[in-house]
């Protein structure tokens, strides 16, 4: 865990010197140096007062670097076209078990001929447009504004049945404990 550069890192973005850290902390000159190179282990209370007086939350000081804020911007994302449909996918952002899609159904296509079935819980945004959502024995028209969720390990199909194209904004989180359903 590598708590002292973050420490130093938000020290530095806010222009803070180490001396002005020790006199608001209380802690001595050396102590943050050494916390900061990571050459001492701070307690629980220590961080609580480093966080306090960084204006930042502790738990934030805990986190590695791969658990923090991830972005993708626009030209970054992946599209996948699916031929015989031509549903656009725009992969938006995934990470730990969570995709966030925005996908283009052209009037009449749907996510295949017949309903299917993967792992995960995927939630549904119409942005725009009117779809069909079938799984099971339970079939919803939705439209702009609606939403809807449901367990992709039961079959399932979504289908635009307006005029325009439909947008959906679906998010599809997928663990190993969903598998034990």
């Not at 031929?83 to 990470?95: A, F, M």
């Not at 079935?117 to 024995?137: D, M, P, R, S, W």
């Amino acid at each position: 865990m590598d708590i002292g550069s973050t420490i130093r890192s938000i020290r530095n973005r806010k222009k803070i010197t180490i001396a002005q850290m020790s006199e608001g902390t209380g802690l001595s000159k050396g102590f943050i140096s050494n916390m900061e190179n990571n050459n001492t282990s701070p307690s629980i209370n220590t961080l609580q007062t480093v966080s306090h007086f960084l204006g930042v939350p502790l738990p934030y000081l805990l986190l590695e670097k791969d658990q923090r804020m991830h972005v993708v911007r626009k030209h970054e994302r992946q599209y996948t076209t699916h031929k015989k449909e031509n549903i656009k996918v725009e992969h938006l952002i995934s990470r730990d078990g969570l995709t966030l899609q925005h996908v283009e159904f052209p009037p009449g296509t749907s996510t295949g001929e017949q309903p299917h079935t993967h792992k995960g819980i995927e939630c549904h945004l119409v942005l725009q447009g009117k779809i069909l959502a079938e799984q099971g024995e339970d079939s919803v028209i939705l439209e702009e504004g609606d939403s809807f969720s449901w367990n992709a390990c039961a079959p399932h199909l979504v289908k635009n049945i307006g005029d325009e194209p439909a947008i959906v904004l679906i998010a599809i989180y997928t663990d190993t404990e969903l598998d034990e359903m």
